[in-house]
């Protein structure tokens, strides 16, 4: 039901209760049997137990699950208990992730007042939040936390603070009479009060129209359950990529036995071979390079103010295509600031940022006289109940910001609190929504008496009949009521708020009643202002344009206001169209993802309609990061493809629902994620690449021998120790490189790439088989040379294996070749080759590991034909094309 269309009167009928004496205990009692306790519910929680066992089930993790039972059965004990151990390593890393994700409903219901004062048998009581019912007549005073839906039926200078809700800065001033319109959206409802807000000045009585799941809040609630949380891309390629792995191990592994048996070699003997070729193809170590690449990525964010929640999210940001922010807050400094003064006839402009006391006025780039401006701001800031304090070199505002916005204003023309206290108030005609407007009756040092009233143009118009003209005081013409209508116009297609500030000279005996005081006044002046974008903000828009991403502004304000603000930031193109809630509620799903894509600008808008706007981004095929700092955007963050939430004035309930948090919640920080999303994932490919070219080799050389009638070339333990060590550190070095200088400056990649794209599983295959084909040689010729010394020969082609590797890791570093890119520039890098040179070096000729690696000593003559052997690939291909450049 639309409460809000019903008089109080028809609310308090057809909830059937009695203003003056609320409910009885008995209705109240069986109330709550019946619509159940006012709460929100929460989804089961999946046990400790559950969410550890759930490891396992990565397509990855049961393929290397499958390899150590194969070597346990095989004997194969030292390569079983390694993958064990990175098998362990990897679950309890996404056990302790997990644990932490799913608590957005808690901290909803943390949002819940603890206590409600109602009205029960005429007497005003307190009592637990839970027990609070529908038709219960419930008193609202400052700082209260709304407990429940409520139709307000009584108010005076109630103003309720909805951003949480709404995303509007600015605390909403409610009324009491109906409201005819259809399907108003809840922020458009003046006569409602909210569960979860806050009672931020005046007082009021309502009755509860909702409790529990049936509030705002419980729908948000219901939506944030019902929202399942997208697969990354990442997650999504290293699936495949498992599925491909394991395919190919399997095949090897069959057609390693059916060649050696038909060759007459014995069936243990090929099953081994074939269990040493599948531990070949799967790079043992995938899983947990990626998780170290990404958690250093983490840490790096860290140090650009964004908190990652999940792993998986930092290379997500790489993908995004879209952004759909948040205005208040993320895009703008969330706080008003005075931006233009109509004074004396004079369009005058304010300097200054935030809530900086410093700045200056200024008309055609001259600075104003500060007594022609005096005038407007005194009577602004002594018209007002916001007070300034100063923490730590910084003003804060403590009270309404608009009022806040005048006194810093004030401070600029160095006006002070000594200036303020000339004034003694007499009387006050307080601020009401119907009325729009606020009055004080002040005496000043001279016992001159007079009322200084602001506040709606529109409602303050009619009612001048003067004018001051450079403090002196004419009559009000036409010509000067239209030159302020014309002035008004400007400030509002500028995105200001505007306020009027009129006085008027009182006589001592002068009746002190409202309706006589607010008329006959005199102008004095118009104020513009703005929550004014965060300077940095427009750069970041641009550089996430240079990358291909949209951003779109998603906002609880009002259209012309967001459209003022999307110019500003170059965020609204020429054509680009804005969209309200009301059109939103008219608009099929299909209607609006055929319109989306050419939509910048959403104002006016509802939890369901972000979660709806979403949906329809990705229903286009786009990848979606959702900013907000509000409960109205968990369920959008959730569903999205990576929420960002902000961290400082973000609510629990978004940090909770997020992948990301904004430590200062600045835009401009989002585009520093992406940027280093986006080089995770070139690194991420770079050692993907890396592992599975030096994976084909080791398979090819294995494969090539067999099929060759040869001994095998290499031992498990040899093969393992090549994947765990070899390719195990210079593949984490790969995941620290350093982004190319182009990494802004392409478009996203496309969210149906695969990882093996723009060549890569060509390179992979290339350069694979020139590994396995010089390790083969070296072992042919070794073997050949002294058929009756295998393990020789099996050091050498090992060592071959190793060396041809760890150079052809510097040719990952580039998708060009292994000249475009200073090869001392990662020091990682050249740390990694060399620790991992100097294992290969104790494994060759340290006599305890001799016996377990099965290795001999090499010479010198040895180590000129390995390392001559070694670089062929590398340099074959290094100089197939790309220059050298630093």
Request: net charge neutral.
């Amino acid at each position: 039901m639309n409460w809000y269309q019903l008089s109080e009167e028809e609310v308090l009928d057809k909830l059937a209760v009695n203003q003056k004496v609320g409910l009885t205990k008995e209705v109240a009692t069986e109330r709550l049997k019946k619509t159940g306790p006012n709460q929100l519910e929460e989804k089961q929680k999946a046990s400790l137990f559950f969410l550890f066992i759930k490891q396992f089930q990565d397509f990855m993790v049961l393929v290397l699950l499958a390899a150590t039972l194969l070597s346990g059965l095989l004997g194969e004990y030292v390569d079983a208990i390694a993958i064990i151990v990175i098998v362990l390593i990897n679950s309890f890393l996404g056990f302790f992730q997990e644990q932490k994700a799913e608590k957005s409903l808690t901290k909803l219901k943390e949002l819940s007042a603890p206590v409600a004062h109602v009205l029960r048998d005429k007497e005003w009581i307190t009592i637990p939040s839970q027990q609070v019912v529908i038709g219960d007549i419930i008193k609202l005073t400052n700082g209260d936390r709304i407990v429940a839906d409520i139709r307000i039926c009584k108010g005076e200078g109630l103003e309720i603070e909805e951003s949480a809700l709404t995303g509007e800065s600015a605390p909403v001033h409610k009324k009491i009479t109906s409201i005819a319109t259809e399907d108003l959206d809840y922020a458009d409802q003046q006569n409602m009060a909210f569960m979860g807000t806050l009672v931020s000045k005046g007082t009021g009585v309502g009755v509860v129209v909702a409790t529990g799941m049936k509030t705002v809040m419980g729908q948000i609630a219901d939506l944030l359950v019902q929202t399942k949380a997208q697969v990354t891309p990442l997650e999504r390629r290293l699936a495949d990529l498992g599925k491909i792995l394991i395919v190919i191990a399997l095949i090897l592994t069959a057609f390693v036995v059916f060649i050696g048996v038909w060759q007459g070699h014995p069936l243990y003997d090929m099953f081994l071979a074939g269990i040493s070729l599948a531990v070949a193809a799967i790079p043992e170590g995938l899983p947990a390079i990626v998780t170290v690449a990404l958690s250093l990525g983490v840490q790096r964010m860290i140090k650009k103010k964004a908190i990652v929640r999940k792993l998986s999210a930092v290379e997500t940001l790489g993908s995004t295509t879209v952004i759909c922010s948040d205005k208040t807050g993320t895009m703008t400094e969330n706080r008003m600031t005075v931006r233009q003064i109509y004074t004396n006839q004079r369009l005058i402009q304010v300097t200054g940022e935030g809530q900086a006391i410093t700045g200056n006025f200024y008309q055609d780039q001259e600075i104003v006289p500060d007594r022609l401006i005096h005038a407007v701001l005194m009577y602004g800031m002594v018209c007002n109940h916001a007070t300034l304090t100063q923490k730590k070199k910084l003003w804060q505002v403590d009270g309404d910001p608009t009022e806040g916005a005048l006194l810093i204003a004030a401070r600029k023309a160095n006006l002070s609190e000594d200036d303020r206290n000339n004034f003694k108030i007499i009387k006050e005609i307080p601020f009401d929504s119907e009325r729009k407007r606020m009055t004080v009756i002040v005496e000043d040092n001279q016992k001159k008496r007079f009322a200084i009233t602001k506040g709606a143009p529109d409602v303050l118009l009619p009612r001048i009949n003067y004018l001051t003209d450079d403090a002196e005081r004419r009559p009000f013409t036409s010509k000067d009521k239209k030159e302020i209508e014309e002035k008004l116009n400007v400030m509002t297609e500028q995105a200001l708020r505007t306020i009027a500030i009129c006085v008027k000279p009182l006589n001592a005996d002068m009746s002190l009643d409202h309706t006589s005081i607010e008329n006959n006044l005199t102008f004095v002046g118009l104020v513009g202002m703005m929550d004014p974008p965060r300077k940095e903000v427009k750069k970041a828009i641009k550089a996430c344009k240079d990358a291909g991403i949209k951003t779109v502004m998603i906002t609880g304000d009002h259209a012309k206001t967001a459209e003022a603000i999307a110019k500003q930031l170059d965020i609204l193109p020429l054509g680009g169209q804005v969209l309200n809630g009301y059109e939103l509620n008219h608009m099929s799903e299909k209607e609006l993802a055929d319109r989306v894509d050419n939509v910048y600008v959403f104002a006016r808008v509802t939890p369901a309609h972000k979660l709806k706007i979403v949906q329809a981004l990705q229903a286009k095929g786009h990848i979606v990061a959702m900013t907000g700092d509000g409960v109205n955007d968990a369920p959008a963050m959730k569903a999205s493809d990576i929420g960002i939430s902000m961290g400082k004035s973000g609510t629990d309930v978004a940090k909770e629902a997020s992948a990301l948090v904004l430590l200062d919640d600045n835009f401009a920080t989002i585009e520093a994620a992406i940027e280093e999303g986006r080089n995770i994932y070139e690194n991420i490919r770079k050692f993907v690449r890396y592992l599975l070219a030096s994976n084909v080799g080791e398979i090819l050389v294995m494969l090539f021998a067999i099929a060759l009638g040869f001994p095998l070339p290499l031992i498990p333990v040899q093969i393992l120790w090549v994947n765990l060590v070899t390719d195990g550190l210079p593949a984490m070095a790969l995941g620290l490189d350093q982004a190319e200088n182009n990494v802004m400056k392409t478009k996203p990649r496309p969210v149906k790439e695969g990882i093996f794209s723009r060549g890569l599983g060509i390179k992979i295959l290339t350069r694979g088989l020139m590994i396995g084909v010089v390790t083969l040689l070296a072992f042919m010729t070794a073997y050949q040379n002294d058929p009756a010394h295998l393990t020789y020969a099996r050091t050498i082609a090992f060592t071959t294996l190793v060396m041809a590797q760890l150079i052809h890791v510097f040719d990952c570093r580039s998708e060009r070749s292994i000249f475009s890119r200073n090869p001392f520039q990662n020091i990682y890098l050249l740390g990694a080759v060399f620790s991992s040179v100097a294992l290969l070096m104790v494994v060759i000729y340290y006599p305890p590991l001799q016996v377990i690696f099965e290795t001999v000593d090499l010479h010198l003559r040895d180590w000129i034909f390995i390392l001559s052997l070694s670089a062929i690939p590398t340099v074959l291909f290094g100089f197939t094309k790309g220059t050298a450049k630093s």
